[in-house]
């Protein structure tokens, strides 16, 4: 008979995310889990279509310039320009997650995206099974092409999130509501 992890499983239907997260952040070893982790997501052709920028210290504060810089060259208005600068600053460890597509004649870009997404939740589950927690967020700089050419990003890459990961609020840790699936199922 199939083992059942109830620990795993417990993981999987409690996640959540949390808004406001303080230190600690994961450290470095448990990063590297992370990653481990986000490097096992399903890859059509294991082509690893995706890479990651990272900051924490200085460089949430690189990142908040970088996102003020993309926000006045947008020709946004001063108070969208000053909490910019201020976005990455919500949690002690910001990874950005970039869909790095391969040329491919056989696995289409759209999986390449689907692949890199699926590394972001992967990384908050990681996170959360560590005892950390995280949200994924995107916004209006995620397509942004002068936030993107601030990244470095390639002309073929594109931005899938943005995973802010620290400790949550003692007090906003209730488990989230169980969701009766029907009303979206249709068996074939
Ligand atoms: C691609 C993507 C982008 C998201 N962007 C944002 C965002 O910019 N801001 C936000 O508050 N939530 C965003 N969310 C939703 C949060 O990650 C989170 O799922 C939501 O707050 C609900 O909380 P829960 O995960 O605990 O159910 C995004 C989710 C996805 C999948």
């Known amino acids: 008979m199939a083992h059942v992890n109830q620990e795993a499983l417990a ?5 959540r995310s949390h808004h406001r997260l303080g230190p600690p952040a994961p450290d470095d070893q448990q ?5 481990a982790a986000a490097l096992r997501v399903p890859d059509f052709g294991h082509l690893r279509p995706y890479r990651f920028l990272v900051a924490r210290g200085s460089g949430l504060d690189r990142l908040g310039a970088a996102m003020q810089r993309a926000a006045i060259a947008a020709g946004k208005g001063e108070e969208v320009i000053a909490r910019a600068a201020r976005m990455p600053l919500r949690a002690p460890l910001v990874i950005v997650a970039v869909a790095s597509p391969k040329a491919d004649a056989v696995v289409p870009q759209f999986d390449q995206q689907l692949c890199a ?3 972001v939740l992967t990384m908050q589950l990681a996170a959360r099974a560590l005892g950390y927690s995280g ?7 995620m397509y942004d092409p002068g936030f993107q050419r601030e990244l470095g990003l390639a002309a073929e890459e594109s931005l899938v999130g943005l995973l802010y990961l620290g400790t949550p609020d003692e007090s906003d840790q209730a488990a989230p509501p169980t969701v009766d699936p ?5 068996w074939l």
């Open 11 to 15: 993981l999987l239907l409690g996640r």
């Open 135 to 141: 949200i994924w967020r995107s916004g209006w700089l």
């Open 182 to 186: 029907s009303p979206l199922l249709t």
């Open 117 to 119: 997404g699926a590394t």
């Open 31 to 35: 990063l590297r889990q992370i990653f």
